[in-house]
């Protein structure tokens, strides 16, 4: 069966004399699957033991009819108010001490063992009673775990939770000591049992002790899914499992969370949140939210919530531009989503995401939305199953850390510095030139790729080196840039040499200073053209390295920004500082030309080509993400497959090539 197109779909929120129309409109534009069930734990058992799914029943029968098959949420993101009033203590403590109360969703600590035995008895009875029902595909764990930031919850439970993971790692409190450096501010613990979680405090807490909640909460969120895993795992092990992630959502390390997934779904906002600073993402930002989850397992992945209307809660965000709803779910399946389901169905005439727009209007009456999305699944579909499982191929890597992300939030240093933000600048330069990026961890091989980006290795293990020395001195090029090489695992200042610390024989240089810019910015000179650079400034001192950039201002005018070593058979440039985005675009346009690293094609900055692989043909989508028509030159065995060299205003145009 090839599932295709789908819509995030709630019954419970309509009258039952609804379902089908809803299941002929489906099927009219060209919908194949729904999830369900996700936020209905009042609804499936409304009282404890006492279950009622006869109204999922009805859904699913109905859309069976129209062949639609179903996707079931495990409802454990929001609790109903039974099990609250059974379980008061469920509901999470924040930072300072203040319950967080009943009435959203996430609304539950995820160390708490009583919830869990609700949680069990629940999906187990939902997994036994459709574990047989053909019409059943699969299953998403709980929704967009960690969201909110309510699952940083600091009650007794999740303490005695920390403690015991602490115990676990550390074996011995002298060894937890050592470590985390507590003879300072005689903050010294005789037991685990004295530890606290991060509540607020005076001052500052022990950068090791936040680095080591960070890492205790992902994995907290981990095994809770895994323990809902586990469940169906045992009852339905034919029905497939996954999780819809939030692309650089960084509460949870998500290469762990998806690891015991079938495979990962992902929710795509192109427009975001209302509050966001940018009403509509930069098109590279999407691109690497798309990147990023189809890197975790490798492998193809679902959107589970892709973006059908103007989205907010008490404020609004724009309205999608004729054309802008296609062009995302294109660039989605583009970068190897074989699925996309759209949220929501119908906008829900009531509750907090009651403007929050689906495909259909409050009213159902098909709309603008409806028929734009009904002309894209109906024209792309044909075409789909040629490239189903396949994906782009990469020549290139970015490095990604959760640990390095936390470590930054924890010590930014400067106030605008941002890990992640980093990563997507060094992403943007290769975006820009159209060639494919994988994100890696540092548990994966390197040696496939010609070119690593390591941004900000803060946090540096000997096991880390060792891999990145191995991949350059059997030929690799690795760009490595400012603050890396700073800590030890523990979070820690690196003290046995100078910096960049344990990756100064890759760098061949040392740190002699480093100046945090700010309020202004700098000058740098890069191949004789000035540029500016911002936030940080690390003064480089060459020893085997050679310097390729200076910084023009300052006390260290003429002194060494970016310095390139040569070791073994490949490349180490070492970045000092915070580049503006035209440099990085040059730098990076250079390593390219000399690396042969294959550019998809060269096009408008404002087209994105992107490419699946097959064994027999490459796919080609063309991406216009302005507003007005853009003019492609196709190569000369491009074959058009869907519009062609003309792309309109948010246009989208598919194209063949046999290999």
């Known amino acids: 069966m090839n599932i295709r197109f789908g819509a995030d779909y709630y019954p419970e929120h309509w009258d039952e004399k609804r379902l089908e ?66 379980i008061p203590d469920l509901l999470p403590l924040d930072s300072q001490g203040r319950v967080r109360g009943f009435g959203g969703r996430h609304h539950n600590c995820q160390s708490n063992i009583a919830y869990k035995e609700h949680i069990k008895r629940l999906v187990s009875k939902m997994a036994h009673h459709y574990k047989d029902n053909p019409n059943v595909i699969g299953w998403q764990i709980d929704n967009e775990l960690g969201n909110s930031h309510n699952d940083l919850c600091h009650c007794k439970s999740c303490r005695e939770h920390f403690q015991k993971w602490l115990q676990y790692k550390y074996k011995t409190i002298e060894q937890l000591n050592k470590e985390w450096g507590t003879n300072f501010w005689s903050q010294t613990y005789d037991k685990f049992e004295q530890i606290p979680t991060p509540m607020i405090t005076p001052t500052s807490h022990n950068p090791s002790l936040l680095l080591d909640w960070k890492r205790f909460h992902s994995d907290l969120i981990v095994e809770f899914q895994q323990f809902q895993i586990d469940i169906l795992r045992e009852i339905c092990p034919h029905q497939f499992i996954t999780h819809n992630l939030m692309g650089f959502f960084n ?41 990023l989850m189809r890197s975790l397992k490798n492998q193809t992945f679902w959107i589970m919530e892709q973006q059908a209307g103007p989205s907010g809660w008490e404020i609004l965000g724009r309205t999608p531009k004729p054309g802008q709803l296609a062009l995302w779910a294109a660039q989605s399946i583009a970068h190897g989503a074989d699925t996309v389901v759209f949220f929501r169905w ?39 199953e040629n490239f189903k499982n ?60 010609k070119l690593v980006i390591a941004p900000l290795q803060f946090l540096v293990s000997d096991k880390l080196v060792e891999s990145l020395t ?51 910015d700098m000058g740098i000179r890069y191949k004789d053209t000035d540029y500016r650079c911002e936030k940080w400034c690390d003064i480089l001192k060459p020893e085997k390295a050679e310097s390729i950039s200076k910084y023009t201002e300052d006390f260290y005018a003429g002194q060494p920004a970016i310095t390139v070593n040569k070791s073994g058979k490949g490349l ?88």
């Open 346 to 384: 119908r906008t829900c005439a009531y509750g907090t995401e009651e403007y929050w727009h689906g495909i259909l209007p409050h009213s159902g009456i098909p709309g603008r939305r409806y028929y734009e999305l009904q002309k894209f699944i109906q024209e792309i579909v044909p075409h789909m």
């Open 470 to 520: 191995e991949y350059v001195e059997q030929g690799g090029i690795l760009v490595l840039t400012m603050r890396s090489g700073v800590k030890e695992m523990n979070n820690q200042c690196h003290i046995e040499a100078d910096l960049p610390g344990k990756l100064t024989g890759l760098v061949g240089a040392t740190i002699t200073d480093y100046d945090c810019l700010r309020d202004h």
């Open 251 to 291: 509460l949870i390390d998500y290469f762990d969370l998806a690891d015991n997934l079938d495979f990962v779904s992902h929710d795509q906002y192109p427009m975001g949140f209302y509050d966001d600073p940018q009403p509509i993402k930069e098109p590279s930002a999407l691109a690497a939210d798309l990147d």
């Open 21 to 86: 129309t809803d299941a002929k409109l489906m099927h009219d534009m060209g919908i194949d699957v729904v999830r369900m069930a996700e936020f209905s734990w009042s609804k499936l058992e409304p009282e404890k033991g006492i279950f009622q799914f006869d109204w999922l029943d009805n859904a699913i029968n109905t859309l069976a009819k129209y062949n639609i098959r179903v996707v079931l949420g495990t409802p454990s993101a929001a609790p109903p108010a039974w099990i609250i009033e059974e």
């Open 390 to 449: 396949s994906l782009p191929e990469s020549e290139v890597a970015i490095l990604y850390s959760y640990e390095q992300s936390w470590a930054f939030e924890i010590q930014p240093h400067h106030p605008e510095l941002n890990y992640i933000n980093q990563i997507r600048k060094y992403y943007k330069g290769l975006y820009n030139q159209n060639i494919p990026v994988d994100f890696i961890s540092g548990n994966n091989n390197f040696e496939k790729y």
């Open 572 to 659: 180490v440039y070492y970045i000092g500082t915070e580049p503006e985005q035209k440099l990085i675009d040059d730098f990076l346009a250079d390593i390219v030309n000399e690396s042969g690293i294959e550019r998809i094609y060269d096009t408008p900055a404002e087209v994105e080509f992107v490419r699946r692989r097959t064994k027999d043909a490459d796919y080609i989508f063309a991406l216009n993400h302005t507003g007005k028509t853009q003019i492609i030159n196709c190569k000369d065995n491009w074959k058009s497959i869907i519009n062609n060299e003309k792309l309109e205003p948010y246009g989208y145009a598919l194209f063949m090539a046999e290999r």
